[in-house]
C-alpha cells in the first residue's frame, strides 16, 4: 500500500462528499501558463500561484481537494479569451515554499489536468447565454472580469461543459480507440 494511501474511513468519506465538489474558474494568460503546459506538466500537475488580488487568493484558500475548476485562457484580443479545459485540485492551499513565484504570491493550490474541451467556449459565446442559464447574469466571470480565480455555479459549469462539446479525460480517447 503507498504511503500516501488514504485509510479506508477516509477514502469512504471523499467518495460520499463527491456531490460536495465545488467548480471554479482559473484564468491564466496562454503566455504565461497555456493549457498545454498544465497538460505537460508532470502528471498533468502544476501549481497555481501569483495569485495577488485579496479576493482570488480568499477563492484558492476556499478550494478543497477534488474540486473543479474551469481553465480560461485571457487575453489581450478577444479571440483568445475562452475556456479550454478542466482542471482538479490536487492539493488544497499551502503557503509559497522556497523561491519560485509560490513564494513571492504567498502560497498556491496544486491542480492536475483533467480534460480539454472539444471545442473551446469563447467568452462572447458565455456573454450571449447571460439571459438563457440560470446564474449566468451573477457569474463572476461577467460581473468581475478582472477577477482570476472565481467559483461557478453549477448551472454554469453545466452549460459550458456542454457548450464545449465536453472534454477528452487523460487517456480515455486512448482506452475508446484499443476497444
Known amino acids: 500500500m503507498p504511503r500516501k494511501a488514504k485509510p479506508a474511513a477516509q477514502a469512504t468519506a471523499a467518495a460520499t462528499a463527491t456531490t460536495d465538489v ?13 493549457w498545454s503546459d498544465q497538460a505537460s506538466a508532470p502528471g498533468g500537475v502544476g501549481p497555481w ?3 495577488r488580488n485579496h479576493q482570488a487568493m480568499k477563492n484558492l484558500r476556499a478550494m478543497r481537494t477534488g474540486d473543479r475548476c474551469l481553465f480560461y485562457h485571457s487575453g489581450a484580443g478577444a479571440a483568445s479569451r475562452r475556456v479550454v479545459g478542466v482542471v482538479e485540485v ?4 499551502y503557503e509559497g515554499e522556497g523561491e519560485g ?6 502560497g498556491a493550490v496544486d491542480v492536475r489536468a483533467v480534460g480539454e474541451f472539444r471545442n473551446p467556449v469563447p467568452l462572447g459565446e458565455i456573454k450571449k ?3 438563457e442559464v440560470e446564474g ?4 463572476a466571470l461577467l460581473r468581475q472580469p478582472r477577477l482570476s480565480v472565481m467559483p461557478v455555479p453549477a448551472e454554469v459549469w453545466d452549460w459550458i461543459c456542454d457548450a464545449g462539446g465536453g472534454f477528452v ?4 480517447a486512448a482506452e475508446e480507440e484499443e476497444v
Do not use: C, H, I, N
Request: proline share 3%; net charge negative; glycine share 14%.
Open 22 to 34: 465545488q467548480y471554479w474558474l482559473l484564468k491564466t494568460e496562454p503566455g504565461e501558463w497555456s
Open 49 to 51: 500561484d501569483g495569485v
Open 90 to 93: 490536487a492539493r488544497t492551499w
Open 101 to 106: 513565484k509560490a513564494a513571492a504570491a504567498g
Open 129 to 131: 447565454a447571460a439571459g
Open 136 to 139: 449566468m447574469r451573477e457569474f
Open 169 to 172: 479525460q487523460d487517456g480515455q
